[in-house]
């Protein structure tokens, strides 16, 4: 008797106790516990054995295990240890569906690859359909190498935009403004009203930024651009578009208007902190300092611009100018893959080279411009690019126990030189799992890889030719 009234005694002092320190544990929705977590923050934060929690897909507490773990509980763990956490990777421009004519035609310039293989290629074969086979198969390879954001621009944007919404990926998605009748709009009038349309459908969505996306400045007259700039001021949508991308653009505008075509589209009134410029190889003259003075975003696309000869971008001026530089792939025929690990390490690699000075973009540069900076090219640096409280929960999980990472001296070296994309292990987009443990949780890789082998056999024989050996 008297040690049952010891026990409920007991059980009367311990449970408010309890119930003190369930409370004092606040409920979210995920926790990552243990590993090394590479921020990308302000003072570029590595810590070891650290913590992050996730509610409502965003990132609601970052720091050391020990200080993170005692205060929160979750639903779910994700237990880290030994391996690296960082934001995930940004691609700042591609056109996703073109992963379809992937190794159709290699080993051109980019007049004769546009003009005799890719534009008819297109002509004949995107259809919706199409775009949404394509964007899934671009997508899934996109997790599988940890990008969690992209910049597109293609056609039928809105049938990528519910893609990659399904695929539960992050994108800034444009669609195409063009002079010359495509896929989708025969006219620029068609254009406009398709993007009106779709701004309006997809804007505020979680996961997709829906853009306006002029071609370039040689495909789209003057009183185009000057409308597309209207139609961006009134909806907030960003601009994408190409620059200044080979050395015959820049030759043909100082010929037909004057200027370089950074210059012409300053002297239009087109440039502002809205704009997404790809490639921007042969700047002139003023030409960064309008950039970097209008919060230009440029996307450099190092193994786009070698493979097509186009030139090495100035990114080292652009850096040091302060110009918003972001990295990317460029579309999957002109590359020929989605891997943002191979464009670091091309990034790093090839201005050392053009440069002839080895410390041109450190590794950590590249990290940066593949996650901060890329996300400030994006105009998106409040939301993405780094694991801050505030931010979207956009995670990736990397092994680092492979055979090409051993051993470990500097972590922006490994990432940057060492580690490759199927490395990542697992990968988080607005605080939920979309590949863990390698396995697509969101997508069906074998429906995937059918889809996608049906479309070349059509592809081949749209074009008239014969299929060459595989
Ligand atoms: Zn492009």
Redesign the pocket.
């Known amino acids: 008797m008297r040690l049952l009234i010891l026990f409920v005694l007991i059980a009367m002092l311990a449970s408010p106790l309890s119930n003190v320190a369930a409370q004092t544990r606040r409920q979210v929705d995920l926790l990552v516990l243990g590993g090394t977590i590479v921020t990308m923050d302000g003072t570029r934060r590595v810590l070891d054995d650290g913590a992050i929690a996730v509610a409502n897909g965003r990132i609601v507490a970052v720091g050391p295990r020990a200080e993170i773990e005692p205060g929160y509980t979750a639903r779910q763990k994700v237990v880290a240890t030994g391996k690296v956490i960082t934001p995930g990777l940004i691609n700042g421009?591609t056109?996703v569906p073109m992963v379809l004519f992937r190794g159709l035609a290699d080993d051109l310039d980019l007049q004769e690859w546009l003009t005799k293989y890719i534009f008819p290629a297109e002509a004949k074969n995107v259809t919706e359909d199409f775009v949404r086979v394509g964007a899934r198969l671009g997508l899934a390879e996109m997790i599988r190498g940890g990008t969690t954001t992209y910049c597109d621009?293609y056609y039928f944007e809105d049938a990528i935009a519910d893609e990659t919404a399904k695929a539960g990926v992050r994108g800034v998605l444009g669609e195409t403004i063009i002079d010359f009748p495509v896929a989708d709009n025969k006219t620029n009038a068609e254009g406009m009203a398709y993007v009106e349309k779709f701004v309006s459908r997809w804007k505020g969505h979680d996961l997709i930024v829906p853009a306006i996306a002029p071609h370039a400045p040689y495909t789209v007259s003057e009183a185009h651009l000057r409308a597309v700039r209207a139609f961006s001021d009134r909806t907030g949508a960003p601009i994408v578009t190409?620059i200044s991308e080979t050395k015959r653009e820049l030759d043909d505008s100082v010929k037909d208007k004057g200027a370089s075509p950074v210059a012409y589209l300053e002297r239009i009134g087109f440039l502002n902190d809205h704009v997404i410029a790809?490639h921007m190889v042969w700047p002139q003259g003023t030409d960064i300092s309008i950039l970097k003075r209008r919060g230009v975003g440029v996307i450099h696309?190092p193994q786009?611009n070698m493979k097509l000869a186009a030139g090495v971008a100035p990114v080292p001026k652009m850096l040091t100018e302060g110009v918003f530089v972001g990295l990317g792939t460029?579309?999957a025929a002109s590359n020929n893959d989605l891997n943002m690990w191979e464009e670091m390490d091309t990034v790093a690699k090839l201005h050392k080279v053009f440069s002839g000075e080895p410390k041109v973009i450190s590794a950590q540069q590249a990290f940066e411009l593949a996650t901060i900076r890329g996300a400030q090219a994006l105009h998106l640096e409040k939301e993405i690019g780094s694991l801050e409280v505030g931010k979207r929960a956009d995670i990736l999980i990397i092994d680092r126990d492979t055979l090409n990472q051993i051993p470990l001296y500097n972590i922006y070296s490994d990432l940057v030189y060492a580690t490759k994309a199927s490395d990542v292990e697992t990968v988080l987009i607005n605080g939920r799992i979309v590949m863990r443990n390698r396995r697509l949780l969101t997508l069906n890789e074998a429906t995937i890889k059918t889809e996608a082998r049906a479309l070349r056999d059509k592809i081949i024989k749209s074009l008239g030719v014969s299929a060459p050996s595989q």
């Open positions: 421009h056109h621009m190409h790809a696309n786009s460029d579309g």
